[in-house]
């Protein structure tokens, strides 16, 4: 038995193209010196075969045996912005990655709150780091859910990859940190699949515009500071009016949801092909309003609940309901601006935590939390990462610089490079310079 395996791993060890010259049978089964394995010189490039130093029982030197060294380090950080429970990457989406021979780095406790424990990250094979310093400072890209607060700005360095929902229209600041330390800036919001969709945008678009009614309705009682009106009515008293503004993914949702709420739902969009699908797809029982200012001052001023779903890809979202407009409305009503991680569709929208959800102004009640979809992370994070997912390995897999310019999609997703803004909406909300991608591949 001794002699099969003996004569096996001579044969196998010989057809290594590191192996420089016959040896003898005796010397075999060959051991790992522990340093090399665990601590392999920092000149040993990633996804390349390296040769490790080894030990025969009857040898008086060295010899050479390939080891294949993880291709790319993903580092996932618990996310910090206020009450965000979503995380980047599932102990599913480890497994694959540990198996396709990348390197996860997970902080402690970051998948948690969505329902995900560190035992399931360390069993699909995932190394937990105690901090989120070590986390980026260990990492090749970093994969996470919302955008860098400024506390994460310390970890930037020149080579770094962020793979996440990036907003950099309206955080010029964020912007600036990015360009200063050549961080490579994917943005999930604005990469493109092959029908020219947002594909990464629509699984949290979904998932927003349905909380957008379930919240609306919840403000809209009086402990809340609205008007103490139940949204689907009664028997004798009739519905909330609902007035949903954009017919994208956003509003699609939120106007199912009302419906079924048993409200009265008017949606405005400026696409008349697309408000004749609506038409359709809601068999007629909707109201379908074409978008110009009077119009939208007019639906706004009758409606008890507003909802802004208008998104222009990566720029800044324009205000559609004026402040004058607002002033009109009828008091104790709710506005939920699902538009404000983007700058908002309403100009007396401003940004809100989990923590202070809503404010009250001209009488109206405004709801306009930025990370909506954090409230629900299990759902939410099961429905981002499905879709992230086989991006994230497809730059695992052929490094990022290469899935850069293999994929169209991934390209429309590069927002900075090389200190470079590469996405015109976001040079042009900031005033700032645009680089074309293809100038810097």
Same mark, same amino acid.
């Not at 665990?38 to 390349?48: E, K, V």
């Not at 009086?222 to 009515?233: C, D, E, F, P, Y």
């Given at each position: 038995m001794r002699a099969e395996y003996d004569r096996d791993a001579q044969n196998a060890i010989q057809s290594l193209p590191y192996w420089p010259h016959p040896r003898p049978a005796h010397a075999c089964r060959p051991q790992v010196v522990p340093d090399a394995a665990t601590n392999p010189p920092a000149h040993w490039q990633a996804g390349h075969a390296t040769a490790m130093m080894v030990h025969g029982p009857a040898t008086a030197g060295y010899l050479s045996l390939p080891q294949r060294w993880p291709r790319l380090i993903v580092g996932v950080p618990k996310e910090i912005k206020d009450h965000e429970t979503r995380v980047g990457v599932t102990p599913a989406g480890v497994k694959a990655l540990v198996e396709a021979g990348h390197k996860v780095l997970v902080e402690t406790s970051a998948g948690e709150l969505s329902a995900f424990p560190d035992t399931e990250y360390t069993a699909a094979g995932a190394t937990i780091l105690p901090t989120a310093a070590e986390v980026w400072a260990k990492s090749d890209l970093i994969v996470k859910v919302k955008e860098p607060v400024p506390t994460e700005y310390e970890h930037f360095r020149d080579g770094l990859s962020l793979f996440t929902y990036l907003h950099l229209a309206p955080l010029p600041e964020l912007?600036?940190?990015?360009?200063?330390?050549?961080?490579?800036?994917?943005?999930?919001? =604005? /990469?493109?699949?092959? $029908?020219?969709?947002?594909?990464?945008?629509?699984?949290?678009?979904?998932?927003?515009?349905?909380?957008?009614?379930?919240?609306?309705?919840?403000?809209?009682?009086?402990?809340?500071?609205?008007?103490?009106?139940?949204?689907?009515?009664?028997?004798?008293?009739?519905?909330? &009016?609902?007035?949903?503004i954009g017919g994208g993914i956003v509003g699609t949702n $939120? $106007?199912?949801?009302?419906?079924?709420?048993? +409200?009265?739902?008017? /949606?405005?969009?400026?696409?008349?092909?697309?408000?004749?699908? *609506?038409?359709?797809?809601?068999?007629?029982?909707?109201? !379908? *309003?074409?978008? &110009?200012?009077? &119009?939208? @001052?007019?639906?706004?001023?009758?409606?008890?609940?507003?909802?802004?779903?208008?998104?222009?890809?990566?720029?800044? @979202?324009?205000?559609?309901?004026?402040?004058?407009?607002?002033?009109?409305?009828?008091?104790?009503?709710?506005?939920?601006?699902?538009?404000?991680?983007?700058?908002?569709?309403?100009? !007396? +929208?401003?940004?809100?935590?989990?923590?202070?959800?809503?404010? !009250?102004? %001209?009488?109206?009640?405004?709801?306009?939390? !930025? &990370?909506?979809?954090?409230?629900?992370?299990?759902?939410?994070?099961?429905?981002?990462?499905?879709?992230?997912?086989?991006? *994230?390995?497809?730059?695992?897999?052929?490094?990022?610089?290469?899935? /850069?310019?293999?994929? %169209?999609?991934?390209?429309?997703?590069?927002?900075?490079?090389?200190?470079?803004? =590469?996405?015109?909406?976001? +040079?042009?909300?900031?005033?700032? %310079?645009?680089?074309? *991608?293809?100038?810097?591949?």
């Amino acid at each position: 038995m001794r002699a099969e395996y003996d004569r096996d791993a001579q044969n196998a060890i010989q057809s290594l193209p590191y192996w420089p010259h016959p040896r003898p049978a005796h010397a075999c089964r060959p051991q790992v010196v522990p340093d090399a394995a665990t601590n392999p010189p920092a000149h040993w490039q990633a996804g390349h075969a390296t040769a490790m130093m080894v030990h025969g029982p009857a040898t008086a030197g060295y010899l050479s045996l390939p080891q294949r060294w993880p291709r790319l380090i993903v580092g996932v950080p618990k996310e910090i912005k206020d009450h965000e429970t979503r995380v980047g990457v599932t102990p599913a989406g480890v497994k694959a990655l540990v198996e396709a021979g990348h390197k996860v780095l997970v902080e402690t406790s970051a998948g948690e709150l969505s329902a995900f424990p560190d035992t399931e990250y360390t069993a699909a094979g995932a190394t937990i780091l105690p901090t989120a310093a070590e986390v980026w400072a260990k990492s090749d890209l970093i994969v996470k859910v919302k955008e860098p607060v400024p506390t994460e700005y310390e970890h930037f360095r020149d080579g770094l990859s962020l793979f996440t929902y990036l907003h950099l229209a309206p955080l010029p600041e964020l912007t600036d940190k990015l360009l200063a330390k050549n961080v490579t800036g994917i943005a999930y919001e =604005t /990469i493109r699949d092959k $029908a020219g969709t947002l594909p990464l945008l629509t699984p949290m678009s979904e998932v927003a515009g349905r909380m957008s009614v379930q919240v609306g309705a919840t403000y809209l009682q009086s402990a809340h500071g609205g008007r103490g009106q139940l949204l689907g009515g009664v028997p004798g008293v009739p519905p909330a &009016n609902v007035c949903v503004i954009g017919g994208g993914i956003v509003g699609t949702n $939120a $106007a199912r949801i009302a419906m079924g709420f048993g +409200a009265k739902v008017t /949606i405005v969009d400026l696409n008349l092909n697309r408000l004749r699908e *609506l038409d359709d797809i809601f068999n007629g029982r909707l109201y !379908t *309003l074409a978008s &110009n200012s009077y &119009n939208v @001052a007019k639906a706004v001023e009758e409606s008890d609940l507003v909802i802004g779903g208008v998104l222009i890809p990566g720029a800044t @979202a324009p205000k559609i309901v004026t402040r004058e407009m607002v002033k009109r409305m009828k008091k104790g009503a709710v506005i939920v601006d699902v538009a404000i991680d983007q700058g908002g569709c309403v100009e !007396t +929208a401003h940004p809100t935590t989990h923590s202070n959800p809503s404010y !009250t102004e %001209h009488g109206v009640v405004h709801y306009c939390v !930025t &990370n909506m979809p954090a409230a629900v992370p299990h759902t939410s994070t099961l429905a981002l990462t499905n879709a992230t997912f086989p991006y *994230l390995m497809k730059l695992a897999k052929m490094g990022i610089t290469e899935a /850069i310019k293999s994929d %169209h999609g991934i390209q429309d997703g590069v927002n900075t490079l090389q200190g470079k803004i =590469t996405f015109r909406g976001v +040079a042009d909300s900031q005033k700032k %310079h645009y680089t074309a *991608l293809a100038d810097l591949l």
